[in-house]
């Protein structure tokens, strides 16, 4: 992990929380709430730096997209039932049932009885839109809404007029579902966010708020070569190692006593929990450090290399750096949704059905890791001699090999 660490990615992550803050302070904001789980190392890293940034106060919010999503449309409707069922990421539809207050009930009996994941998700939606099925889900997601609108009003959303939340990305929908849900009063507070990066399909400003990007599709990204490209492209590589968390997800709400508390699901998804305190306390140790260094100067220029850096290391990994991605898996942050091995040694077979070289288009599901490029790193010689031929031609794979 070391090299690794020596290799841009690191720096990345100090890096982006100077310009947080920075822009922060700049927006007049009051008081970032970084979002679970995604959040808890950022949030650790920010109060290193806090010392220089005293006006704005820092606090963690538990969250995730089947916490809010649902009680942000707080009814059944065609919009809720899209977002269920993205293509990209497949979510197990017992689980769909569970999102909609459905799950141990004799509706969600009979709907899996007559359909599978593969069945035509507009029949499933005719079928879930009968009267009787309606009144169930909307009791349940108006329910979920009041718990959901009692934890922010427990966490002081509307305490202050100008307040932002910190998220890695990557679409701007969970800036928008909290955009939506604060809008309940009469006084509502003025929400931006702060990304660590926005994908080629980012929600408009005018649905989310004032958004302030570290890695912008929009901005460098769209640029061929451009190394923020592949970071988007590959954002999970970015998050899942290094943004790692010690918490499971946060599933939804309860009620105990006067307190609203998080229900988080059991255990952490990838690395232990070993791992994830000694990472933590790693990152905080060379924050401390970097922090004595971090003028505006040595601050761009760091960013230009680091980006660079961990872009090439993405690229062109060699097998002794990515032994460390043995073993660990990518989750879309979904429930039930799609889950694949970040790397595996790879078969020729696996090779041939391979559909995730071009990008971030392909479905998840259907790909053999989410890392191509360190996959290929630990795979055999006739393994890479057969990708490259796919990428390249076998006349370039001849001409590599005559040149040795």
């Known amino acids: 992990m070391r ?57 963690y919010l538990y969250s995730s997209r089947w916490a809010w999503r649902p009680a942000t449309y707080g009814r059944w409707c065609r919009e809720l039932w899209n977002d269920l069922m993205d293509p990209r990421f497949p979510m197990d539809l017992q689980e769909l049932l569970n999102v909609l207050g459905l799950g141990d009930t004799k509706i969600a009996d ?27 889900i909307n009791q349940s997601l108006t329910e979920r809404r009041k718990l959901v609108l009692a934890y922010l009003d427990q966490e002081g959303l509307w305490e202050r007029e100008r307040i932002a939340l910190v998220d890695d990305g990557w679409s701007g929908k969970t800036q928008r579902d909290l955009h939506w849900l604060l809008q309940s009063r009469e006084e509502v507070p003025d929400l931006q966010g702060f990304f660590f ?44 190692p290094f943004l790692c968390g010690s918490e499971g997800r946060c599933q939804g709400y309860r009620r105990i006593g006067i307190r609203i508390v998080p229900m988080l699901a059991d255990g952490w998804e990838g690395w232990g929990l070993t791992v994830v305190k000694v990472w933590h306390e790693t990152v905080q140790y060379f924050a401390r450090m970097f922090i004595n260094m971090a003028t505006s100067e040595t601050v761009e220029l760091m960013t230009r290399l680091s980006l660079e850096n961990t872009a090439i290391f993405l690229r062109f990994p060699c097998a002794e750096w990515v032994q460390c991605f043995l073993g660990i898996d990518v989750s879309a942050d979904l429930m039930g949704a799609s889950r694949l091995p970040m790397i595996k040694r790879m078969s020729l077979r696996e090779v041939a059905r391979e559909q995730n070289w071009a990008g971030s288009d392909a479905v998840l599901g259907r790909c053999v890791s989410y890392w191509p490029e360190g996959s290929l790193a630990i795979s055999g010689k ?7 031929a796919k990428r390249h031609g076998w006349k370039w794979v001849l001409g590599r090999a005559l040149q040795g």
């Open 110 to 136: 009979d709907f899996l009885a007559q359909f599978s994941r593969e069945d035509n998700v507009d029949a499933m939606f005719e079928w879930l839109s009968q009267p009787t099925v309606v009144a169930t």
């Open 3 to 59: 090299k690794v660490i020596t290799y841009g990615t690191f720096d990345l992550l100090h890096i982006g929380h100077i310009h947080l803050l920075r822009r922060a302070r700049a927006a007049g904001v009051q008081r970032l709430y970084f979002l679970s789980r995604r959040g808890e190392l950022p949030l650790k890293i920010a109060r290193v730096f806090q010392e220089d940034f005293p006006e704005i106060e820092l606090r």
């Open 382 to 388: 006739w393994i890479k001699a057969l990708v490259w």
């Open 197 to 240: 990066g926005l994908s080629q399909e980012r929600l408009p400003q005018k649905e989310c708020g004032t958004q302030h990007v570290f890695l912008d599709y929009d901005r460098e990204g769209s640029v061929p070569g451009s190394p923020i490209r592949l970071l988007i492209w590959r954002n999970h590589m970015l998050e899942d």
